[in-house]
Each structure stands twice: as structure tokens, then as C-alpha cells.
């Protein structure tokens, strides 16, 4: 099926993560061209090195979304050397995990800091350009337990019950621009840091799922790209649950 990407522009960001490469490589196989971000310039330059030397095209962008003004610069960076930015893919990790009273205060500001507040910069930074060329698709990470809570991951569910709201907002006053906006909500994915999770017994993270395991990054790269693609034109403000039937609520 072709999925309308081939020689679109695709920002993704967290993209030396378990889901960003992931999402970063799958938009490359798509035909698109992949501006990379991330903090870590030497794994940006690997992962940038695969997908050229795979035959795709692609730009190390390295940048820490926390900083709004490095954003902005890069996407003015991207946009100077392909002339646009048709998709942003945000994607970051909150790494918090554990009971409510033993996290401090520090990490709730944390978790906001850098997947609410950076998601926002990258939303700032990426929309002017869209609304230019009255085109364009948003799709962001967010996770099941922005809809349902997560007891030992209250940092993380939190910014994301909030991201799924501005996405929703962000739908509805840019959809009359030709603008697109979703995000797909992953359950548990197998990582090393989910590994390390079943490893101390802090929880079993397949427990109550119906598919009866964990989800893989490439199932939450597939549902991105397809988000991001002509194939969902008519798909706007929704919350793309790949959590395995994980959440049962309408």
C-alpha cells in the first residue's frame, strides 16, 4: 500500500530512543526524508548513517526540546535545507517509575519539563511551517496511562492525560488549516528499561492485557506512520490506543 510519504519531510524527535529509531526508520523505508533529533549527536550520527547508507535521506538535527529556542532553530534548520516539514513524530520517555510517596517533587517537574513542555516547543516550532503551506500532520507518543492510571508511573500518565488534551485542542483549531493532529498511546513495550522493571519484580507488565504480551516499537512505529500518511487524511484528534486491548474503557 503506498502510504503517500515518499519525498515528504518527517521531524522526528526522541529519535535514538527504542520507539523514536524505530518511527525514524520506518518513515525512511516509507521514501521520506528524515530530519533526526535528539540530545546524543554521536547516536544521531549513527542512525542518520543507516538510513543513508540504506538508500534513504536523512539530516542529524540534534537539539534538547527543552530548549524552545534550539527547537525553533531547528526547525528552521530542516526547513532551510528541504524547504518544509511535512510530519513531526514527538517522542520522549519519562523514566519515572514507583510508588506516589517515594517521588519527590522534582520528578513530576521533570516529567513536565521535558515530555509536556518539550512536546509543546516542538508543536510551536513545527506549526508555523505547516500552516505556510496549509498542510501537514503532528503525531506524538503519548501512553495508556494518560487514559487510565498507572500507579507506579503517575509522572509519566499525568503529562500524558494533559498532551492528549492539547492534541485534541490542536485538532480542532488547526484542522480548518489543512493541518492533522493524533497521537498513539502504547502500552507496556519491550525495552530494556521495561526489562529491568520485570527484572527487580516491580510489576509484570503483560499482566491484564488480552494479546497477552508486551508490544513491540516497531507496532507503535506502524501506527505512527500510518497517522502521519495520506492513508489517514480524514483522521484528526484521535488517541490511537496500541496497547494490546490494555484499555478496555469506551
Avoid at 525553533?72 to 513524530?89: H, M, N
Avoid at 491484564?208 to 512505529?221: C, D, K, L, S, T
Wanted: hydrophobic fraction near 45%.
Amino acid at each position: 500500500m503506498d502510504m503517500g510519504l515518499d519525498g515528504k519531510v518527517a521531524w522526528v524527535t526522541g529519535a535514538t530512543g527504542a520507539i523514536g529509531q524505530e518511527i525514524a526508520l520506518s518513515f525512511a523505508r516509507e521514501g521520506a526524508r528524515v530530519a533526526a533529533s535528539a540530545r546524543n549527536p554521536d547516536a544521531l550520527a549513527a542512525l542518520v548513517d543507516e538510513i543513508n547508507t540504506g538508500g534513504g535521506e536523512a539530516l542529524s538535527v540534534p537539539v534538547d526540546v527543552t530548549d524552545a529556542n534550539g527547537v525553533k532553530t531547528s526547525s528552521e534548520d530542516i526547513v532551510g535545507t528541504w524547504g518544509q516539514i511535512d510530519v513531526l513524530a514527538a517522542t520522549v520517555a519519562v523514566p519515572a517509575f514507583g510508588p506516589f510517596l517515594e517521588i519527590d517533587a522534582d520528578v513530576f517537574r521533570a516529567a513536565l519539563e521535558v515530555k509536556y513542555l518539550g512536546y509543546i516547543n516542538c508543536f510551536q516550532a513545527a506549526l508555523p511551517h505547516m500552516i505556510a503551506r496549509e498542510s501537514g500532520s503532528i503525531v506524538a507518543i503519548t501512553g495508556t496511562g494518560g487514559k487510565l492510571p498507572i500507579s507506579i508511573h503517575l509522572p509519566g500518565g499525568s503529562v500524558n492525560a494533559a498532551l492528549n488534551l492539547v492534541l485534541k485542542g490542536l485538532a480542532n483549531e488547526y484542522g480548518p488549516k489543512g493541518i492533522r493532529v493524533n497521537a498513539s498511546s502504547p502500552g507496556p513495550i519491550m525495552s530494556e528499561r521495561q526489562q529491568q522493571m520485570i527484572d527487580s519484580g516491580m510489576s509484570d507488565p503483560a499482566k491484564g492485557i488480552p494479546m497477552g504480551r508486551m508490544g513491540e516499537a516497531m507496532e507503535v512505529a506502524d501506527s505512527v506512520v500510518f497517522l502521519a500518511s495520506d492513508r489517514a487524511s480524514y483522521i484528526t484528534g484521535q488517541i490511537l490506543g496500541v496497547d494490546g486491548g490494555g484499555i478496555k474503557a469506551l
